[in-house]
């Protein structure tokens, strides 16, 4: 072949590779088609815009209220169906891949993940649990049981905008009750959407998310080993649009006259790609409030870099369930609907000092309460969130049973409450293996030390909520003094008799 021909066989072929490497590198960009969907349906049904907008005002305003009150949002369990939609034996993805994304939804939303650590020092005081959580539905719309997983083979071999995917007339699978589960529909989409969800207030036979097959779950669950997206984000993110929150940098790309209408998440002008390595971004004269919050799950950053919902961002789905979601609060198709659980202001106190308990049962929302506070007073109540006062040293256990309907659950947590003497205490004393140091809870103490006769250190250690416990081992019988050390300089001396 002459040289000529060479070069222009070498020249196309390159050509061609570029072009694939584009192609590539295109469908791997994270693209989220909730707004080209939402845009869609505005210009198919120009009224859903005034519904849109109530929907939003109701949930603003519920929140504000709920911030004046200082309201207390118990947990609420959202009962979800994965329709796995599938043309290819790779479409049909694991039962294990499924339950991998259930996890890192529970992990990213109630502020559990172990990558929170790498939340930027600005932003680490924003970052929130938002008391949502999801399990699989155990019971379907009929009252029979199930996996919380259908799967449908179909002829189509791919999916977009049209939600043809949540209708099995079109090739998909109906929507469940969408009053009263999140519908996941898991299938193959085009044009490089990762994923895209209908906003609260959408028609219902269309309302849930959909995510491209190889977004579900996390790695190694997920087999697609070096895909940019295989750590479960893409339905964090789609999720966070099913209850109302829009991405971070607003609506208009390169722009910084909207917003997200989120207080706490600093105005940025565009969407984040990659992962950024260079520490803080700043945009929109946001330097001030931390820069661009590029880790927020609503950005467009990959998997490995998003980690945080805010407060605000928090507040304003759990006013979204309240407000155009409530349904969700009657599901009763986990496998456990209703599940007790609490909280206090504080565990460790002096007496007389009042301590606020809460309520974050799990799952639906109980409709009454029975609290039980041993040495407290009241020693009983009847309230969501009562205070209550102890007057008497020592550690109370604290029992709540809630009930909803024929449900009912009850959290029992053993020596919960400590109450300190108005003085540091060592026990046992005489003491023979170990001895334990409590210090008053009011003590900002620094240190403890375990002194011989003679003033030697032999012991020391740190209190851990008001406590520290020394090991005697290899110390002889004697006078010993527990030397507690407090931050202000002041120190406590207790005596106490070593008996071997």
């Given at each position: 072949m002459p040289r000529i021909k060479w070069l222009l066989l070498f020249f196309l072929l390159w050509q061609y590779a570029g072009?694939?490497?584009?192609?590539?590198?295109?469908?791997?960009?994270?693209?989220?088609?909730?707004?080209?969907?939402?845009q869609q349906l505005l210009r198919q049904s120009p009224e859903m815009k005034l519904k849109f907008e109530k929907v939003r005002q109701a949930a603003q305003t519920l929140q504000a209220s709920r911030t004046k009150a200082r309201f207390a949002q118990p947990v609420t369990q959202i009962p979800v169906v994965f329709h796995v939609v599938y043309n290819t034996p790779e479409e049909n993805i694991s039962d294990a891949q499924i339950l991998s994304q259930l996890e890192v939804l529970n992990q990213d939303y109630r502020h559990r993940n172990p990558d929170s650590t790498q939340t930027l020092p600005a932003f680490k005081s924003l970052a929130a649990d938002t008391g949502i959580q999801f399990c699989l539905a155990t019971t379907d719309p009929a009252g029979n049981s199930t996996t919380g997983i259908t799967r449908t083979q179909t002829t189509e071999t791919g999916f977009?905008?049209?939600?043809?995917?949540?209708?099995?007339?079109w090739g998909g699978q109906d929507a469940w009750d969408t009053q009263k589960y999140l519908n996941i529909w898991v299938c193959n989409l085009e044009s490089g959407l990762l994923g895209l969800a209908q906003s609260p207030g959408s028609a219902a036979a269309i309302d849930g998310v959909v995510i491209y097959y190889k977004a579900i779950g996390k790695y190694p669950a997920n087999p697609n080993q070096d895909f940019l997206y295989n750590q479960g984000r893409s339905a964090t993110h789609e999720?966070?649009?099913?209850l109302g929150l829009e991405h971070i940098w607003g609506t208009n790309d390169n722009d910084c006259e909207d917003s997200d209408g989120i207080a706490d998440t600093p105005n940025q002008d565009d969407a984040t790609g990659g992962c950024?390595?260079?520490?803080?971004?700043?945009?929109?004269?946001?330097a001030a409030e931390g820069g661009d919050m590029y880790q927020n799950y609503m950005d467009y950053t990959d998997d490995a870099c998003m980690n945080l919902f805010t407060k605000d961002q928090a507040a304003y789905m759990n006013a979204i369930i309240s407000t155009a979601r409530p349904g969700l609060f009657s599901a009763v198709s986990c496998a456990n609907p209703l599940r007790a659980d609490f909280s206090a202001s504080d565990s460790v106190i002096v007496a007389n000092e009042e301590v606020v308990f809460s309520d974050n049962s799990i799952g639906v929302h109980a409709t009454s309460w029975l609290w039980t506070f041993p040495g407290g007073f009241p020693a009983t109540s009847t309230v969501q969130n009562p205070t209550v006062t102890y007057q008497t040293p020592g550690k109370y256990a604290v029992t709540l049973t809630v009930k909803y309907g024929a449900y009912a659950d009850t959290k029992t947590k053993e020596n919960y409450i400590l109450v300190t003497h108005a003085d540091p205490r060592v026990y046992p004393n005489p003491a023979q293996n170990y001895i334990t140091v409590e210090i008053p809870a009011d003590f900002d103490a620094s240190e403890v030390l375990l002194l011989n006769a003679i003033g030697q250190t032999v012991r020391s250690g740190v209190p851990q909520n008001a406590l520290l416990q020394f090991n005697l081992a290899g110390l002889p019988s004697g006078m010993y003094y527990a030397k507690v050390v407090l931050k202000n300089g002041k120190v406590v001396l207790q005596k106490v008799m070593v008996i071997k």
């Open positions: 072009a694939e490497a584009q192609a590539l590198t295109d469908s791997v960009k994270r693209v989220c088609g909730t707004t080209q969907l939402q977009g905008l049209n939600d043809a995917v949540k209708f099995a007339s999720i966070g649009h099913w950024p390595t260079d520490g803080t971004r700043t945009s929109c004269s946001n």
